[in-house]
């Protein structure tokens, strides 16, 4: 064995165990509890094909929970798979990608690598894996343009962010494939395959008709809509969450600081691209992927860390595969050179890298003294207090984070029925007034003597604890605790006894 794969084989093992410790001390939020009870409570594949109609993903990463949940109810083991997967991205990072040893200890222990795409048990690691795969194969890219095509194809079935990278990058190797007029039987087929994918990846995409993910979207004005991803390059590269709060988690220091000092940087790192690759073809992959990426926030308008942190992978990989290209754009590279300009290339690249290092370490020490949804500390409370757990009443989506620590199905109030993972075609309100969320319970209480409401949304303010008042001439509540200490904002539950006032 050399040292070169000693050093793969010891640092992927540190990784791993400082993963397992991670997650260990990580609680699940909305998300990923989600995914796993979409998964847990799909009585079949088929059922599980359904009830993913309106997530806006395609299904390989539900799946693979699938055939866990066959095995078991708990969720750490959906935990344990995704580091297995991230150490997998980490040990084909260390093991091709064609970096110095610093870069590569920088990397997998930054932000994204560390946290974000490590901790939070969601589907984004596979569609790293199957880039990082394809991105290995491309030294010899002449012989592996079917390879290639396979893997962009399965990234393609992670998430449309990924679509879209993999889309640019595909393009890139065709487009020096035709020039080279290199397209054979290998190139033919890795097209087949990999349109083939983006077909699949569509299918699974797009929702039903009666989806209501756009009834926001389309009432936003369209320069806001531009606004949404432009600064998502800046975000994704100077990762800096607000740490002087415990709900660091989706934000930028700089952004809470000053958003027009924020904005004129976010304009200034598009031009990062251009001091850093001599290739054309690299430069036409970056900015055609950040394109797309921007595209991507325009029609969704979802914004949140993990989708800026694409942009950061679309560096990485350009970074990665410029070792490749040698097509240079002489006029660019003359300008740069004539002042000096490359001489930027590195510190910049280590400054993002050192950034993502810190953030990363701050990022995990936070989530692993403080609670990052606090569910499953509420549930191991009304367990240790032996506290009615027969009869578990929630909102809507706020059961959802209840039911894997419960390893069962919780009432949902707004459905009138028992559930477990989010109906994103649910038309209950965002923001329920306690007269509502009372008389939603006086309704439930009807059929029943008692229950324990667990709940995001509090009854009322003014309510005192262990004191039993009469909300209505039918029932009367208790409140019992609430949990307000977690990363995610808006996680804090509540709990309260009910009962009902007999006659």
């Known amino acids: 064995m050399t040292k070169e794969t000693k050093y793969v084989f010891c640092l992927t093992l540190i990784y791993f165990i400082v993963?397992?410790?991670?997650?260990?001390?990580?609680?699940?939020?909305?998300?990923?509890?989600?995914?796993?009870?979409?998964?847990?409570?799909?009585?079949?594949?088929?059922?599980?094909?359904?009830n993913t109609r309106y997530e806006g993903h395609p299904i390989l990463w539900n799946i693979l929970l699938f055939f866990i949940t066959r095995?078991?109810?708990?969720?750490?083991?959906?935990q344990i798979l995704h580091i297995l997967f991230s150490s997998a991205v980490v040990f084909i990072f260390l093991k091709k990608a064609p970096f110095s040893w610093v870069f590569k200890t920088l990397f997998i222990f930054g932000y994204?690598?560390?946290?974000?795409?490590?901790l939070i048990s969601r589907n984004y690691i596979l569609g790293i894996l199957f880039l990082f795969l394809a991105a290995s194969c491309f030294k010899n890219r002449k012989n592996n343009v079917a390879l290639i095509g396979i893997y962009l194809a399965l990234a393609s079935n992670i998430h449309l962010m990924f679509c879209v990278i993999a889309f640019a990058l595909f393009l890139t190797l065709l487009l020096e494939q035709y020039q080279n007029k290199q397209i054979g039987t290998s190139a033919t087929i890795g097209i087949g395959v990999f349109l083939l994918g983006l077909i699949l990846a569509a299918v699974q995409i797009i929702p039903p008709n009666d989806t209501l993910f756009f009834n926001k979207i389309d009432a936003i004005p369209f320069h806001e809509k531009l606004i949404k991803g432009f600064i998502s390059l800046f975000k994704g590269l100077v990762t800096l969450p607000d740490f002087r709060s415990i709900h660091f988690?989706?934000?930028?220091?700089?952004?809470?600081?000053?958003?027009?000092?924020?904005?004129?940087?976010?304009?200034?790192?598009?031009?990062?691209?251009?001091?850093?690759?001599?290739?054309?073809?690299?430069?036409?992959?970056?900015?055609t992927a950040?394109?797309?990426?921007?595209?991507?926030?325009?029609?969704?308008?979802?914004?949140?860390?993990?989708?800026?942190?694409?942009?950061?992978?679309?560096?990485?990989l350009a970074?990665?595969?410029?070792?490749?290209?040698?097509?240079?754009?002489?006029?660019?590279a003359s300008f740069i050179a004539a002042f000096k300009l490359n001489l930027l290339k590195k510190p910049i690249v280590y400054s993002?890298?050192?950034?993502?290092?810190?953030?990363?370490?701050?990022?995990?020490?936070?989530?692993?003294?403080?609670?990052?949804?606090?569910?499953?500390?509420?549930?191991?409370?009304?367990?240790?207090?032996?506290?009615?757990?027969?009869?578990?009443?929630?909102?809507?989506?706020d059961g959802t984070l209840i039911s894997p620590f419960l390893e069962k199905k919780v009432y949902f109030l707004c459905d009138e029925s028992l559930q477990s993972y989010c109906h994103w075609d649910s038309t209950c309100k965002a923001d329920l007034p306690p007269e509502e969320i009372i008389e939603m319970i006086s309704k439930y209480m009807?059929?029943?003597?008692?229950?324990?409401?667990?709940?995001?949304?509090?009854?009322?303010?003014?309510?005192?604890?262990?004191?039993?008042?009469?909300?209505?001439?039918?029932?009367?509540?208790c409140f019992l605790k609430n949990f307000e200490r977690s990363i995610v904002r808006n996680a804090d539950y509540f709990v309260y006894e009910v009962k009902r006032i007999k006659s």
């Open 19 to 50: 993963s397992l410790i991670g997650v260990m001390h990580h609680e699940l939020w909305l998300d990923e509890s989600h995914h796993w009870l979409l998964a847990r409570d799909s009585t079949s594949f088929l059922d599980l094909i359904q």
């Open 71 to 78: 095995v078991t109810s708990n969720p750490l083991w959906m």
């Open 112 to 118: 994204f690598m560390l946290f974000e795409y490590n």
């Open 249 to 287: 988690w989706n934000s930028n220091i700089f952004v809470n600081l000053s958003k027009p000092f924020a904005t004129v940087l976010g304009l200034l790192c598009y031009f990062i691209p251009l001091l850093f690759f001599k290739s054309r073809k690299m430069l036409f992959f970056v900015y």
């Open 290 to 316: 950040l394109l797309g990426t921007q595209i991507f926030f325009f029609v969704t308008q979802r914004g949140a860390t993990r989708f800026d942190g694409m942009t950061f992978i679309i560096l990485i």
């Open 319 to 332: 970074l990665w595969l410029e070792h490749y290209f040698t097509d240079e754009n002489k006029k660019l």
């Open 352 to 397: 993002i890298l050192t950034i993502q290092l810190f953030s990363g370490v701050c990022a995990y020490a936070v989530d692993f003294k403080e609670p990052f949804c606090s569910a499953k500390e509420t549930v191991k409370y009304i367990e240790n207090e032996n506290i009615n757990t027969e009869n578990i009443i929630s909102i809507t989506c």
């Open 446 to 477: 009807r059929h029943h003597q008692n229950a324990t409401y667990i709940s995001t949304y509090p009854i009322a303010s003014n309510f005192q604890k262990d004191i039993w008042i009469n909300v209505t001439d039918e029932i009367s509540i």
